[in-house]
């Protein structure tokens, strides 16, 4: 796929996996968005996507916040002219993925259900959100491409006869 001067948003572009795609998208001279919500880091991810990329922005968002997730997706459209060439649907939070923590198996101590809750909102509400608000700004612009890195992915995002919907591995065609 051809990248150079395609507008890519990046969600969760502060470390880890998302930073690594940044990167490597960088390279390819893409116009790219960087979103988090960590501002230190967005800073420095934004400096190592500088060399390559036909043009590096940066965002500081939460993703389970709907209308900063609104505001973003066309402060993007704004800023590039579209939104229009794909998301990486990256953000994403596990806490510490332990339901409980045992030592000398006897258990220390449990996963609160306010851990789970932010877990479950960020994984959900916040790829829901973000893949909703990349879908109507893509439909306006007439195409659609997007990857999600979290366990639970959206539902479809787009419903549009003029467009090819995305199939999953081995789904049906
Ligand atoms: N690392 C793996 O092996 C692996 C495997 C499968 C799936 N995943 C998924 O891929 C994604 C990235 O994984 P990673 O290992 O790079 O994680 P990571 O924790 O290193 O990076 C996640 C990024 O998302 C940002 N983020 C978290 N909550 C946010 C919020 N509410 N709003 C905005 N930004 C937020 C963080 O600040 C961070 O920069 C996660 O969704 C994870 O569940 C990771």
């Given at each position: 796929?051809?990248?150079?001067?395609?507008?890519?948003?990046?969600?969760g572009?502060?470390r880890?996996?998302?930073?690594?795609m940044?990167?490597?998208?960088?390279?390819?001279?893409a116009?790219i968005?960087?979103?988090d919500?960590?501002p230190?880091?967005?800073?420095?991810?934004?400096?190592?996507c500088?060399?390559?990329?036909?043009?590096?922005?940066?965002?500081?968002?939460?993703v389970t916040?709907?209308?900063?997730?609104?505001?973003?997706?066309?402060?993007?459209?704004?800023?590039?002219?579209?939104?229009d060439?794909?998301?990486?649907n990256?953000?994403?939070t596990t806490?510490?993925?332990?339901?409980?923590?045992a030592v000398d198996?006897?258990v220390?101590?449990k996963?609160?259900?306010?851990e789970?809750?932010k877990?479950?909102?960020?994984?959900?509400r916040?790829?829901f959100l973000c893949?909703?608000?990349?879908?109507?700004?893509?439909?306006e612009?007439g195409?659609?491409a997007s990857s999600?890195?979290?366990?639970?992915?959206?539902?479809?995002a787009?419903s549009?006869?003029?467009?090819?919907?995305?199939?999953r591995?081995?789904?049906?065609?």
């Open positions: 796929m051809e990248l150079r001067g395609k507008a890519i948003v990046i969600m572009a502060a880890g996996l998302g930073r690594k940044a990167e490597r998208i960088a390279a390819e001279g116009k968005a960087l979103v919500l960590d230190e880091m967005l800073q420095e991810a934004k400096r190592a500088s060399n390559g990329a036909a043009e590096v922005r940066d965002y500081v968002v939460e916040d709907e209308g900063a997730v609104e505001a973003l997706f066309q402060d993007v459209r704004n800023d590039f002219g579209a939104v060439d794909g998301l990486i990256n953000a994403g806490s510490d993925a332990l339901q409980v923590k198996g006897k220390v101590s996963m609160t259900t306010a789970f809750d877990v479950i909102a960020v994984d959900l916040g790829v893949g909703r608000e990349a879908a109507v700004h893509m439909v612009g195409r659609a999600s890195t979290s366990p639970a992915s959206p539902p479809p787009i549009d006869r003029r467009i090819t919907p995305q199939r591995p081995g789904s049906p065609p």
